[in-house]
């Protein structure tokens, strides 16, 4: 395991916005999942919300096979389009592409945060880099297709969309992208690297490479925590930006939710914290009760896996991922029993929102270092 620390901190955040190609793309996929059926009203008011939460976090219980529907798992299908952007180094195309899969609370521009002239924005750092990037809305909410939230949009139909996505950009079949790569790699945040964990696994000829951030195997441990400090709502109701989402969707309810499950005291910018608010994203209680199970077992992808977090991680380590030796992050090693190789990363002070805080460019450089390396 690699112990990272801030000092080049104040450097490289300096950095300008990156000379590039971009452009949004609407890409239609057509997809089947082996989803969870669930027997659950989706939650109508904020009691309703408040009363799923308690249920689904309480220890000792398992709240998920209590509501689980007589016929347990259903096939369900879907045509669906996904908000997405692509972009290249102004030059052309990079020696890679990368996918991009971000996480709860987010939407894409999470990987381009569009503050302060982009100095958050991983796109950037990884064209700087010469490599190309893909990064999209993940099925459910944003420019992509919404959906049920209890029983259509969950985990299992999103590792579908990253699938299809995917195969997709290496059939040069998505609308819009001629570029061919010899390599395409996997880079996820939180539920978006549970999902990548998910693809590589059942899916492993389909990437050159992945990068877990935000993830561990420790999430079951610690969800309750992410749940109660998220301060849900129905989504609705949460900001006007979300008014359109059904029932079901839920978000959090003010600033200091958002600081708790996403930021470490004394790494952030209040300014960051505040655009993470205002323009935070939904999420389904269909995902919220399928996220457990998507990454669980072992993972036999042969290829180079990075798993990095903030050392004050809350979801997937409980705010030390220090508390043992080896250390929570590094100790996903062991699911991966064939990769080559396994390297672990906990960023030290930084918190789940690892792209945000002022550590972002410490995180975006041991990334790029283990691809630059080992794809
Ligand atoms: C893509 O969409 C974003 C958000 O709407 C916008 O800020 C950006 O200018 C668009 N990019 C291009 C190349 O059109
Ligand atoms: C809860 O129940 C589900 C469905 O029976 C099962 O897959 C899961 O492993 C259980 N979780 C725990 C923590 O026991
Ligand atoms: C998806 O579109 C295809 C082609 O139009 C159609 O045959 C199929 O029934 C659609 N599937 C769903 C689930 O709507
Ligand atoms: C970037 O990658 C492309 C494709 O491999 C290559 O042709 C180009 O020379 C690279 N550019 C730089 C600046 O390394
Ligand atoms: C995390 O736990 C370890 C082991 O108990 C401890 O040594 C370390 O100081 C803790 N980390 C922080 C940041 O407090
Ligand atoms: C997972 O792999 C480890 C070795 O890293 C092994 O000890 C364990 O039994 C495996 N678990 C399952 C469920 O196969």
């Keep these: 395991m690699v112990q990272a620390n801030s000092s080049a901190l104040l450097a490289g955040l300096a950095a300008v916005a990156t000379a590039r190609k971009c452009q949004n793309l609407t890409v239609p996929i057509?997809?089947?999942?082996?989803?969870?059926h669930f027997k659950l009203q989706a939650p109508s008011n904020n009691v309703e919300v408040t009363d799923f939460v308690l249920n689904l976090a309480q220890p000792g219980a398992n709240y998920t096979a209590e509501?689980?529907?007589d016929t347990p798992f259903a096939s369900v299908s879907g045509n669906y389009t996904i908000g997405a952007t692509y972009c290249t180094p102004d030059s052309g195309p990079g020696t890679a592409l990368q996918v991009l899969t971000h996480g709860i609370a987010f939407d894409r521009w999470y990987w381009d945060f569009p503050v302060q002239n982009r100095k958050y924005s991983y796109a950037d750092a990884a064209l700087a880099r010469n490599y190309s990037v893909f990064?999209?809305?993940?099925?459910?909410?944003?420019?992509?297709?919404h959906g049920e939230p209890v029983n259509e949009i969950q985990a299992a139909m999103e590792v579908q969309a990253l699938r299809a996505l995917t195969t997709k950009l290496r059939d040069t079949s998505v609308p819009g992208i001629k570029d061919t790569y010899a390599k395409v790699v996997h880079v996820g945040h939180s539920f978006g690297s549970v999902q990548s964990y998910a693809l590589v696994a059942a899916y492993p000829e389909l990437s050159d490479g992945v990068a877990l951030s935000g993830f561990s195997q420790a999430l079951g441990d610690f969800v309750p925590y992410f749940l109660f400090a998220a301060d849900f709502v129905e989504a609705a109701g949460a900001s006007p930006a979300l008014a359109a989402y059904p029932a079901g969707y839920l978000a959090s309810s003010d600033k200091s939710a958002v600081q708790s499950n996403f930021f470490a005291p004394g790494n952030f910018d209040p300014a960051v914290l505040d655009a993470a608010y205002t323009t935070?994203?939904?999420?389904?209680?269909?995902?919220?009760?399928?996220?457990g199970t998507a990454a669980a077992g072992n993972n036999s992808y042969g290829g180079p896996v990075l798993v990095i977090t903030g050392d004050?991680?809350?979801p997937f380590c409980g705010g030390n991922c220090s508390i043992s030796e080896p250390s929570i992050p590094a100790q996903v090693g062991e699911y991966f029993t064939n990769a080559s190789p396994f390297e672990a990363v906990v960023v030290s002070g930084t918190g789940h929102g690892l792209n945000l805080g002022y550590s972002a460019h410490e995180v975006y450089a041991s990334i790029l270092d283990f691809f630059d390396k080992n794809v």
Excluded at 30 to 36: E, K, V
Aim: no cysteine; proline share 3%; charged share 15%.
């Design 30 to 36: 057509s997809i089947t999942a082996s989803n969870t």
């Design 67 to 69: 509501v689980l529907g």
């Design 135 to 145: 990064f999209y809305d993940r099925l459910g909410l944003g420019e992509s297709s």
């Design 280 to 291: 935070g994203q939904p999420v389904t209680v269909g995902e919220l009760m399928t996220i």
């Design 312 to 314: 004050r991680d809350i």
